[in-house]
């Protein structure tokens, strides 16, 4: 059972939304439509977020936040504004999940001994097969 570290939270009111014009595909339609969409998210003055996880994510997204606090996401992958709209809205919420959901600890195992046993066998297969290809002295002067 995984627990939704957002708790259907819903941030749209917290975003601010630029357009511009996007590089991506889209013909003539490129040059005169402003497709691509910038969201921009305070995550410092954020009201929906706790001050433990506005911590972790000013620490885990800092390349992806600007001096004032932003977090900006940006979408040019579709020709529609909407579309872009709504996957940089998405790529938002997956990122969210993805860093305030907590990384289990890794719990080192110990070898088997059947994997021990593999590992030898085939390292002595290796020694011999290398020890076949060692020219034989066939010098005549004994």
């Known amino acids: 059972m995984e627990l939704d570290v957002l708790q259907n939270r819903d941030f749209s009111s917290e975003f601010?939304?630029?357009?511009?014009?996007?590089g991506g595909p889209g013909g003539q339609n490129v040059n005169k439509v402003s497709t691509k969409v910038e969201l921009r998210f305070n995550v410092v003055?954020?009201?929906?977020?706790?001050?433990?996880?506005?911590?972790?994510?000013?620490?885990?997204?800092e390349n992806k936040i600007n001096k004032d606090?932003?977090?900006?996401?940006?979408?040019?992958?579709?020709r529609s504004q909407l579309a872009n709209k709504e996957k940089v809205v998405e790529k938002f919420y997956a990122l969210l999940r993805k860093t305030l959901t907590p990384q289990k600890k890794r719990k080192p195992t110990k070898q088997t001994k059947a994997s021990k046993e593999k590992r030898l066998q085939s390292k002595k297969l290796n020694s011999e097969k290398k020890s076949l290809r060692?020219?034989?002295n066939t010098d005549a002067r004994h």
């Open 16 to 22: 601010t939304f630029g357009t511009s014009r996007s």
């Open 45 to 61: 003055e954020s009201v929906l977020l706790w001050a433990d996880e506005k911590e972790i994510i000013l620490k885990k997204l």
């Open 69 to 78: 606090g932003e977090l900006i996401l940006v979408s040019q992958s579709e």
């Open 134 to 136: 060692k020219s034989i």
